[in-house]
């Protein structure tokens, strides 16, 4: 019965992984739920230990957990080996499951292993669920919002427009009727105008044109050639001007002389005249105060001396 019992505690301690060649490392999660002292340590899968403690500690001001992890000795875990609780089925419980690194350097008992947030089902349903959670309050709740606000916008501005189409469309059937009526006049003036005798005159008028047209053109060309003989014609007076220039000064200088000589006989001429009229004046004065003299007589004594 002894030897029974004692082969008994001795499985039980071989199972729960406690044996006198163990290793230990720690490991540190912001959330160890459903996480246990006992909780089995495992290696890709396969158990090499179990958690001994779980311990509460601060990390940059907010509470983790510490999991002190018992490993068998003969594994040899490298140093870049990641730790993460791990949840093998959807009814299994969480194992602190370690995937192997690749560094040729194996981690020291007592060196604590980098950890990964866990990656059961649940977790996995739990991080959608936020994400889920996130998209409907800050991206479907408030475009559902602004869809609702503008779909409202755009109601009351239908409204708005049927309200004015109301008010409106009497106003624009009246105005396009009269728009209608001046439109026909217009056509009726219009036609009026272009009747067969208005045609006529019309064709008359464009027939002038052409002729008044062919008229001009035939000036312009007579005024062409108006310009090219007249070019022509100062062309050669200034041929002329140039082959007598000597001539013509001397013409120029012998007709300041004569004209200088006329100028002087004409001042002569006017300096007489005025002598003249001066005699003919002082004449005129002594025939009207004694007329005897034109007759070779002389003055008349003054009868009022005589008296005297």
Known sequence: MVCTMAVLLLAL?????RSMDTRSYSAVY?????VGVGTAVTYGGYVIGQVAEVSPLRVSGKTAFKLDLIVNSDWQIPKDSVASIFSPGLLSEKTINIVEGVDS????????????????????MDDVALEIKDLSENGIRPMLQNFSYSVERISRRLDSVGSELDGGVPRLVK??????????KTADTLARTLSETNQK????????????????????????????????????SAGTVSENQEDLRKSVQNLKKI????????DSVVYNLDTSSRNI????????????????GSSPSDQAEAHR
């Open 30 to 34: 912001s959330d160890v739920a459903g």
């Open 105 to 124: 350097e194996v981690l020291q008992p007592g060196e604590m292993l980098a950890t990964r947030k866990s990656s059961g089902l649940f977790d996995a």
């Open 281 to 296: 004046n002082e004449f005129s004065r002594q025939i009207r105060q004694n007329p005897g003299l034109l007759l070779g």
């Open 175 to 184: 105005k396009t009727d009269m728009l209608l009526s001046t439109l026909n």
């Open 201 to 236: 005159h019309f064709s008359n008028i464009l027939t002038n044109a052409d002729r008044a047209s062919a008229q001009l053109r035939e000036l312009s060309v007579s005024l062409g050639v108006s310009a090219q003989k007249l070019d022509l014609l100062l062309d050669k």
């Open 259 to 266: 004209v200088t000589s006329i100028a002087k006989t004409v």
């Open 13 to 17: 301690y071989l199972v729960s992984g």
